[in-house]
């Protein structure tokens, strides 16, 4: 019998994740325009539209500036409050930052439009959060605090509920379990919601992918024990590697104490919108059919869609795709060697491509990679289980002396101005600081573009006012 007497609250993420886990986050600002007023009519709880890679992809491959979609969304979503994804001390790039930077760009992204910050680590060391948090409430920002879910032996009940606790006495709003892999099955998410609403008072949000293919049973069990918030994505992008689809899982709770009380004719017609966006990235290539089936080998092995496809194409480059089973045994025992890590970016990563290195080598750890050095050196953050010693022993030698033990940030200077003196002669807004600050050479090519296009313009308008163009 449900327990839930409350209607279940849903964030839309076809702006974000839906297109980020589909099409390689390739949906432009201008695809998203038209259907934003539409959009802020249905009644979500948030919209998630920025974060995650949408700021690398926006500058490398389509030429917008990240800062631009955001105020444009903001313009245009009048009742909807904006969600982004951060990677806690590494923002949206790929290595720890000052704390002020991360403070910096908190302070920017909420004055920009974003209401709820996700905030999350690879490791769940709750250390490297702590001044994203601090920097959101600073800016009455809502800070909600992902869990990175994952299974194995140290990942108990006890070890989630005691992290709910300390989420709260961290400062944040919410608590989200983050289920990057489609881990989390109907049953366990249900013992698991109602253990997280016994041991804390703020609201619970779940994510998940459909990977595995039981996201949306997950999701109607989670939401009858109790939890709060669910993400879901529009039906033309959504299922495979992506979210359940935001119309069935309103109409699945249609006539019940739970009832979003969504506009089915509301959301066919946002539906409609995004159809030929999906046709085309299907005719284009952009859209692999792959990521649109169901992967049980998740359940199996514990491995995220995106390191799977990562680890069978570095075999098929060394001609080893006969070592494919082999390498997907070893997955497991490293990932135990490194303290049992969730597989997140970039945990995910190097934990298979170190898998991929000991089964080709024929030795394990006879080649390790720089990213395992710095794993076991503590660079990442503290794991959950301690390191595998024979392995320390065997990759770092005497450097396992330089371990660090502290939260890594910690022993970085602040580096705001030394990156603002960098790049002065391409700012034009603050904002570019911090994009040049996470990936200077993308950002640099983006400014450069961005430069030549306003030439364009100006010599357009020049012409104009000399009479070269009729009015």
């Known amino acids: 019998m449900a327990q839930n007497k409350k209607p279940v609250k849903i964030t839309e993420t076809v702006l974000r994740d839906a ?29 998630e539209c920025w974060g995650g890679a949408t700021f690398d992809a926006s500058l490398r491959f389509l030429k917008e500036d990240p800062w631009e979609r955001l105020r444009k969304l903001k313009a245009g979503f009048k009742k909807t409050k904006l969600q982004m994804l951060f990677r806690g001390q590494n923002i949206l790039g790929y290595r720890p930052y000052a704390d002020d930077v991360v403070e910096y760009f908190v302070q920017k992204s909420i004055a920009n439009g974003i209401d709820i910050i996700r905030i999350f680590d690879c490791l769940n060391d709750l250390r490297n ?17 992902a869990l990175s879910y994952t299974l194995g032996d140290a990942y108990t009940l006890e070890y989630w509920t005691e992290m709910a606790k300390k989420i709260e006495e961290m400062g944040a709003n919410s608590i989200c ?5 489609g881990l989390l099955t109907p049953y366990k998410a249900e013992e698991l919601v109602k ?4 041991a804390t008072s703020l609201p619970i949000e779940l994510h998940t992918h459909y990977t595995s293919g039981v996201a949306s049973m997950t999701y109607l069990k989670a939401v009858e024990a109790g939890c709060d918030i669910i993400d879901t994505a529009m039906s033309p992008l959504a299922l495979g590697t992506s979210q359940p689809a935001t119309e069935v899982m309103a109409e699945a709770f249609k006539g019940t104490k739970m009832d979003p009380g969504f506009d089915q004719m509301l959301l066919k017609e946002i539906a409609d919108y995004f159809r030929p966006i999906r046709e085309e990235a299907l005719k284009s290539g952009l859209m692999n059919p792959k990521v649109l089936g169901v ?6 092995y514990q491995v995220p869609g995106g390191m799977l496809s990562n680890m069978v194409s570095q075999l098929k480059e060394q001609n080893a795709e006969d070592k494919y089973m082999e390498v997907l045994e070893e997955i497991p025992r490293v990932r135990k060697d490194l303290g049992e890590p969730p597989l997140v970016t970039p945990s995910s990563q190097i934990v298979g491509t170190q898998a991929v290195f000991n089964v080709l080598m024929g030795e394990r750890y006879k080649v390790a990679t720089k990213e395992t050095k710095d794993v076991l050196l503590g660079k990442y953050g503290q794991t959950v289980k301690p390191f595998n010693p024979e392995i320390v022993d065997k990759v770092l030698g005497e450097d396992k002396k330089n371990a660090i033990t ?12 030394k990156i603002e003196e960098e790049m002065k002669q391409w700012k034009q ?16 090519e983006f400014f450069k573009y961005r430069e030549a296009q306003q030439t364009k313009v100006d010599a357009a308008v020049a012409d104009t006012k000399n009479g070269a163009y009729p009015v």
């Open 19 to 47: 297109h980020q886990s589909l099409i390689a986050t390739r949906m432009t600002t201008e695809q998203m325009l038209p259907i934003i007023d539409k959009m802020d009519q249905v009644g979500y709880h948030a919209v």
């Open 129 to 145: 959060l702590q001044t994203a948090v601090t920097a959101t409430n600073k800016e009455k920002g809502h800070a909600q605090v």
């Open 177 to 181: 379990i983050k289920d990057m892999a």
């Open 195 to 198: 253990s997280l609403k016994a």
């Open 295 to 300: 992967d049980i080998q998740t359940l199996l």
């Open 406 to 417: 502290c939260r890594y940030a910690d022993l970085l200077e602040p580096e705001l101005h």
């Open 429 to 444: 807004q603050d904002e570019d600081v911090l994009s040049y600050a996470l990936f200077p050479q993308v950002a640099t």
